[in-house]
């Protein structure tokens, strides 16, 4: 019979207890299904974890952001400065670092080159690929002016002539635009300065006949030279036409009374104009979340900016109403920049709301898939228990045949050695689960137990 006890012993080894098994043990016990839920759940939660941490250091660190904003003396500096405080008042860890430059075309090129994550920028310059445009800060406007004594009344009249204007930056290059279309070329002037500043002094002294400014209405440079040097507006024309080739130019005026309401009235009629709108652009590299924040704090504090503007730029004041997010008709081309269109957009139907229809197909199909593999999950289970459940029958049936002496006990043992044998493969195979597998064995001994017993008489 020792033989025999110990054949029982092997048979059994799978229904032996182990003590604490480890994660690997269990994990190689689960059937395939199973496994494959286990390792998604798994991945979805370590995936979920890692984003929600990033998110939030994200979040919580500083971010600095150099703004390239033109010369001192402009309103987009002076805007520039304002927004700096606000923004570092209203968002904490977004922080501002305001840059003078000379212009337009400096601040592209440092943009370009990633020297700076923010710009103050005219619409008709072309900007970098990596440029996108945050808000519409306000409009600029060409502004022609001639000594007062001076018989100019056209722009042609100046051919020949010398023009306080540095032959750079996008000033410099939005009056030989205006040249272009007149048939003139930059040949055909003598400029004067190499900076606002020494332009305006060489007007003062009367070094040149004109200077040119792209400047918001009420420059108070530009005021300057009217009240106290006897300097007047000359009107540039033809604005629609130029559009054609420059889209960013658009048609205005320079009110009359603009600069000086009276003794004498300056300018004496409205006077036509270009303007261009002065941009904020950001590097398109540039977080969306920071660039929303940004944005937001824009549009939802223009008050606070206002009131910064110092008193002697008091023309500033006003442009900050002008504020506004970019849109398709100003002939820039540059794109908005994500961050900033998220929050234009937040009041527009979300992509959810407005596929609703076939979200809800696609959900409904979703749920009729999950529903028919729940099902033939549960039905393959069911297999594996009526599997399992024949075994159990085929082993009773041989205790029962054993009992009643229509088989004997070694005949008997050595059956449902044999099942016993079919439901390991079954096991190793996947065809029947592991509960499936320790209810067999308990019917199992149960049965070898009756069997044993009978032997044993």
């Known amino acids: 019979m020792k033989p025999r006890s110990n054949r029982i012993t092997r048979l059994n080894f799978m229904a032996k207890p182990h003590a604490k098994p480890g994660f690997l043990q269990i994990f190689k016990t689960l059937d395939l299904g199973t496994k494959a839920i286990s390792i998604g759940l798994l991945t979805l939660s370590v995936g979920a974890i890692g984003w929600s941490a990033a998110e939030l250091w994200g979040r919580n660190r500083s971010h600095r952001l150099v703004l390239a904003a033109g010369s001192k003396t402009g309103e987009s500096y002076i805007l520039a400065k304002a927004i700096e405080k606000v923004v570092e008042k209203q968002s904490p860890r977004l922080q501002i670092e305001v840059q003078e430059t000379k212009g337009t075309t400096e601040n592209l090129e440092k943009l370009e080159k990633h020297e700076v994550a923010l710009a103050m920028a005219q619409a008709d310059v072309p900007a970098a690929n990596n440029a996108r445009t ?9 502004q022609l002016v001639v000594q007062g004594a001076s018989p100019f009344k056209t722009f042609t009249d100046l ?74 507006l000359i009107p540039i024309e033809q604005a629609e036409a130029m559009r054609l080739k420059h889209p960013a130019f658009e048609s205005a005026k320079i ?28 590097d398109d590299r540039i977080d969306p979340e920071i660039i929303k924040q940004l944005t937001q704090t824009l549009n939802e504090n223009r008050r606070e900016i206002q009131a910064l503007i110092p008193k002697e730029v008091s023309n500033a004041a006003p442009l900050v109403s002008s504020l506004r997010r970019p849109d398709t008709t100003g ?127």
């Open 134 to 142: 945050v808000a519409i800060v306000y409009s600029d406007n060409f």
């Open 159 to 232: 051919k020949g002539k010398r023009i306080g204007l540095p032959q750079k930056g996008g000033q410099y290059d939005s009056f030989k635009q205006i040249a272009e279309h007149f048939g003139l070329t930059e040949k055909d002037f003598i400029f004067v300065g190499d900076d606002d500043k020494s332009t305006e002094i060489a007007f003062q002294q009367k070094q040149v006949d004109a200077t040119f400014r792209v400047r918001a209405i009420g420059n108070t440079q530009i005021a300057d030279l009217i009240k106290n040097h006897n300097a007047r």
């Open 255 to 282: 009110p009359k009374g603009s600069y000086k309401g009276n003794d004498p009235v300056v300018p004496s009629e409205d006077l036509s104009t270009i303007s261009v709108q002065r941009l904020l652009l950001a």
């Open 331 to 457: 002939g820039t081309g540059i794109p908005v920049h994500a961050g900033a269109q998220s929050y234009y957009d937040r009041d527009e139907p979300n992509f959810f709301q407005k596929n609703a229809e076939y979200l809800g197909l696609i959900l409904t199909l979703c749920l009729l898939l999950c529903s028919w593999m729940w099902e033939l999950k549960n039905w393959m289970e069911r297999r594996r228990k009526d599997i399992a459940d024949n075994y159990i029958e085929q082993v009773i049936d041989v205790m029962n045949a054993c009992q009643i002496a229509a088989m004997s006990p070694q005949d008997a043992l050595s059956k449902i050695d044999g099942i016993f044998q079919q439901v390991a493969v079954e096991l190793v195979s996947e065809g029947i689960s592991q509960e499936s597998f320790r209810t067999f064995n308990e019917a199992y001994k149960t049965v070898r137990e009756v069997i044993d017993r009978k032997v044993a008489r």
